[in-house]
């Protein structure tokens, strides 16, 4: 393969390389269950140049107790960063009165918080800031749900379904994996479920770009054949 060629393909690396995210998400394994009952969840991190972007979803539907509840959130980045700033957070509140029956509030901040853990990633954290209030719930209907939830006035407001959380982290790339991560649940620490990884996603951008890059190397090469140059 010839110099010029080679010039070429890493042109079309680069050009895949530029301006693009990449998308992991982490869910509760199958069957997973704290002391409350069941749970099910999933966390979706977009990686950026120095932005981390964190959505986490509570997918249990009718939970019946608090300890069913996201409260904490911890991750490991692959390129070892353990300190970070928690720039904006959003979320849905919703209230529930002692029968259960629920109330949707507005969207604003969460209240939660970033702690920064020396030699172990980071943490999204409800208890440490808003807590014991603030835990994300899943959807409804919320017959099941006991007095941990319902008229609890420590607990309420909870957040509805859905947290987004837009983290600054020095040192991140589009590049930069997350090596591990954890769901806590309800307002006891240590209530733990590891998470598993299920996807690793460029966006879309660097597919465009990547399909620019290849289409313009192409036309190069068919210019060059044309011309009666030999490129082996």
């Known amino acids: 393969m010839s110099s010029k060629l080679l010039s070429l393909c890493s042109l079309v690396v ?8 990449s998308t992991i998400t982490f869910v509760t394994p199958t069957g997973a269950s704290t002391s409350g009952g069941a749970v099910s969840d999933s ?22 107790d608090v300890a069913q509840l996201i409260s904490d959130f911890d991750f490991v980045l692959s390129n070892g960063a353990t300190t970070g700033t928690l720039v904006s957070s959003s979320g849905q509140q919703i209230s529930f009165a002692s029968g259960g029956a629920s109330t949707v509030g507005s969207t604003g901040s969460t209240g939660w918080g970033l702690n920064n853990i020396v030699g172990g990633g980071l ?14 719930i899943g959807p409804g209907p919320y017959t099941n749900a006991n007095g941990s939830i319902a008229g609890n006035k420590a607990h309420n407001p909870f957040i509805n379904q859905t947290a987004t959380f837009n983290l600054a982290v020095l040192g991140v790339t589009a590049n930069t994996g997350v090596t591990g991560a954890t769901f806590s649940f309800g307002t006891t620490a240590g209530i733990n479920v590891v998470g598993v990884p299920r996807a690793v996603t460029p966006e879309p951008s660097s597919l465009a770009l990547l ?10 090469l068919r210019r060059r054949f044309v011309g009666g140059f030999n490129v082996s």
């Open 123 to 136: 943490q999204l954290d409800a208890l440490g800031f808003v807590g014991p209030a603030g835990l994300i």
């Open 43 to 64: 966390a979706t991190i977009v990686t950026g140049a120095g932005t981390v972007t964190i959505t986490l979803n509570n997918l249990l539907v009718n939970p019946t």
């Open 211 to 220: 399909g620019t890059g290849i289409i313009g190397a192409a036309g190069m």
């Open 14 to 21: 680069l050009a895949s390389a530029i301006g693009h995210a």
